[in-house]
């Protein structure tokens, strides 16, 4: 029997440069798998369902929550979005680890089930910075960019009580990418997560 495989929680406003980040983590670290969350927001231009997101109405999506089919879920923005349980349950069985992107409340509900996830918070490295990617990024109306920011300075005041805090520099990409793919080995090596291979040599 494998042992389970642990999750990485990475939160951090949005506009912080997270899913490229995260892209290029699993480039680095194929063996990570990446869960894929369902949401009821509508798909940006290039989205496909089942890829970057499973996109549900908002029934299905609280026929999901009514059958305890969500590992966490939240509402973010004005709409729902969570994982999916079934599939973050297989993957850890199968003892490989599991990258969640998810908001703030979302990380805290997994943190209380899972309190040996690792938990990341990105963040640009500054607040004008992250203004200007998500105005960049063209994909949003004005008053969703402004509601979006307000969001990601509240979540920003939480990062304390995240494991780990990384800061995602313009043009820092593959250093930020390196830097998650060391704390992802580091807690790999933690002690409590070596009892069988330490067992092993039990006389
Ligand atoms: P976006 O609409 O920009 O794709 O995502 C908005 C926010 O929702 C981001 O902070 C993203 O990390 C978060 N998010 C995406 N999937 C999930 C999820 O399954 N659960 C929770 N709690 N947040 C999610």
Redesign the pocket.
């Known amino acids: 029997m494998s042992k389970n495989g642990f999750l990485v929680v ?5 506009g912080g440069g ?2 490229t980040v995260v892209r290029r983590v699993r480039e680095m670290m194929p063996a990570l798998a990446l ?1 894929v ?3 009821t ?1 509508l798909p ?1 231009t290039g989205e496909e369902d089942g890829r ?2 499973y996109f549900l109405d908002r029934d299905a999506f609280e026929e999901m929550v009514a059958r305890e089919e969500m590992l ?3 509402t ?2 004005g ?1 729902y ?3 999916p349980k079934k599939e973050a349950q297989r993957i850890l069985a199968s003892g490989k680890n599991m990258i ?4 703030v ?3 805290a ?1 997994v943190k209380r089930l899972y309190p040996n996830a690792v938990s990341i918070m990105l963040i640009p490295p500054t607040i004008e910075e992250m203004r200007q990617r998500l105005l960049g990024r063209g994909t949003e109306p004005i008053e969703t960019v402004e509601k ?1 920011l307000e969001r990601a300075a509240e ?1 920003i005041q939480l990062a304390s009580g995240y494991d780990y805090v990384v800061i995602n520099q313009r043009d820092g990409i593959e250093a930020c990418a390196t830097q998650i793919c060391e704390i992802i080995h580091a807690e790999g090596a933690r002690a409590f997560r070596m009892a069988d291979e330490i067992e092993a040599f039990l006389l």
């Open positions: 990475i939160s951090g406003p949005s997270k899913g869960s969350s369902a949401t927001r940006r970057e997101y966490e879920y939240t973010y923005c709409n979005y969570g994982t969640l992107e998810i908001e409340d979302g990380a509900q979006r979540e």
